[in-house]
């Protein structure tokens, strides 16, 4: 049961989505969709596969599919590392800035021994 309310949950996250933060959808074909009605993921997964591949090619099979979390792509577990990075979350928003320069230098110490570890 757990697993179908996490797919729900995935389910109205992608159908609320503005068409702009789907994964492929750069200014140009999110230009083109608004001028069709298309605005958020609901409206994309309300449009048939016909009626996506008729107005954007092959690309409209992976926008029919996105709309639905479909995502045949193969998981990539040991690409190669283009970034490392660290972060902190703080209770409450930070003011001082040399209390800021100093959390700073602590996440770059962090950083620094991650890349250590290459």
Excluded: W
């Excluded at 994964?23 to 997964?45: C, F, P, R, Y």
């Excluded at 048939?48 to 599919?65: I, P, W």
């Excluded at 902190?88 to 959390?103: G, K, P, R, V, Y």
Aim: with cysteine; glycine share 6%.
């Amino acid at each position: 049961m757990r697993c179908l309310r996490q797919a729900a949950s995935v389910y109205a996250f992608l159908e609320q989505l503005p068409i702009e933060k789907f994964h492929g959808i750069g200014e140009v074909t999110a230009a083109k969709m608004h001028s069709l009605g298309i605005h958020s993921g609901a409206d994309l997964k309300e449009r048939s596969l016909l009626e996506l591949t008729h107005h954007f090619g092959k690309a409209g099979n992976y926008y029919y599919k996105i709309a639905r979390a479909e995502d045949d792509r193969p998981v990539e577990a040991n690409r190669v590392r283009k970034s490392i990075g660290a972060e902190t979350s703080f209770a409450q928003d930070l003011s001082n800035i040399s209390q800021m320069l100093q959390e700073l230098e602590q996440i770059a110490q962090i950083v620094e021994q991650l890349l250590a570890q290459l």
